[in-house]
């Protein structure tokens, strides 16, 4: 398993943007998927997006299209969310997975980081 570290997390304006970040602790990340999920107060953790190992195909949930943006660097072991147009229901713990290409269940997670979105 590979280790995770997300950051850029914060409090933000409905409207507004943040760009979460995602370092991986080896190089094999540029080998795994990516995901990224959350959990809001008294809520199921959810799927948010997905990247293959290579970044050439994406899938987000329905409540994020067209506003949230996952890509990854995979020179830099680092994968990103770039989450624009927030809503105040975009609030909650989000937090960072990954999967080696054999298996169909992501393994490895980070800590989570809080994102906040004030109406």
């Known amino acids: 398993q590979v280790q995770l570290v997300e950051s850029g997390g914060g409090l933000v304006q409905a409207g507004g943007s943040l760009r979460l970040s995602c370092a991986a602790s080896?190089?094999?990340?540029?080998?795994?998927?990516m995901g990224w999920f959350r959990q809001a107060p008294g809520k199921e953790r959810e799927f948010v997006a997905q990247?293959?190992?290579?970044?050439?195909?994406?899938r987000y949930a329905d409540s994020v299209k067209g506003r949230f943006t996952i890509s990854r660097d995979n020179a830099k072991n680092t994968g990103y969310l770039q989450m624009n147009s927030l809503k105040p229901e975009d609030t909650a713990v989000y937090y960072c997975?990954?999967?080696?290409?054999?298996?169909?269940?992501?393994?490895?997670w980070g800590q989570g980081t809080q994102v906040t979105v004030s109406s």
């Open positions: 080896e190089r094999t990340f540029r080998s795994y998927y």
């Open positions: 997975a990954a999967r080696s290409k054999a298996t169909t269940s992501f393994g490895s």
């Open positions: 990247i293959t190992w290579t970044g050439e195909s994406t």
